[in-house]
């Protein structure tokens, strides 16, 4: 599987937006990108997922580069809810199972 | 809501003691999943099933086996506990479509201490 890296850590204030970055450059042509994020004490939630397009759902936004080697989570208005674990995932079309990094741990400032 | 239900919340087990851990999905999800997470190791998968009866090692299934006899129940055994299983375990169900694993849903997991 195609690697990522993430920043170890973020910080953010409430009510802004926030952009969480992840480089994946060694990406091939059906890896899909997937976000997860995990709150303290809870298992892993999907966030959102896509493969060339951008993509928007009620939680988050993905922006996905042209060259795809790179790919940016966006919270629109943050929230203290939002502290947790974010984790870039990529896995091939037909993959059967995902792998999770460290992840990125996002802090958000009241 | 889609849920993934771990039978146990937290749990304490004996070294050498045969321990089941049981997870149930309401979803109707072909693949399901059983992950360790230990403080800077991130998830870990142990196995995983994409059919009943059918099973996968995961990166490390040294120490466990799995059953899945029911679409809905994924179980994980630990033969004979032993201390470095201490660990958080989290369950998760999965949907295909097109090829294309997505939405992994998560228990709320199980923390195992082996004394």
């Known amino acids: 599987d195609a690697k990522t890296t993430q920043p170890n850590s973020m910080e953010s204030n409430e009510e802004e937006p926030v952009h969480l970055p992840c480089n994946h450059s060694t990406i091939s042509g059906t890896d899909y990108i997937h976000w997860y994020r995990q709150l303290p004490s809870q298992g892993p939630e999907y966030v959102i997922h896509g493969l060339t397009s951008n993509v928007n759902n009620r939680m988050a936004s993905l922006a996905i580069a042209e060259d795809r080697k790179s790919s940016t989570l966006i919270l629109h208005r943050a929230t203290l809810r939002d502290a947790a674990v974010y984790y870039c995932i990529l896995a091939r079309k037909g993959a059967q199972k995902l792998v999770f990094g460290q992840g990125t741990r996002l802090t958000i400032n009241p | 809501d889609v849920k993934v239900t771990q039978s146990s919340r937290y749990l304490v087990k004996r070294t050498g003691e045969k321990v089941f851990l049981e997870c149930v999905q309401d979803?109707?999800?072909?693949?399901m999943f059983w992950y360790r997470q230990d403080p800077g190791l991130g998830l870990r998968l142990i196995y995983f099933?994409?059919?009943?009866?059918?099973?996968e090692k995961g990166d490390i299934p040294e120490g466990y086996s799995v059953s899945r006899e029911k679409k809905e129940r994924f179980s994980l055994i630990l033969e004979s506990a032993s201390t470095n299983q201490t660990s958080m375990y989290l369950c998760?169900?999965?949907?295909?479509?097109?090829?294309?694993?997505?939405?992994?849903?998560f228990g709320s997991g199980t923390r195992l201490t082996v004394v």
């Open positions: 998760a169900s999965s949907a295909v479509t097109g090829r294309v694993v997505y939405g992994y849903t």
């Open positions: 099933s994409y059919d009943v009866k059918m099973k």
């Open positions: 979803m109707d999800h072909e693949n």
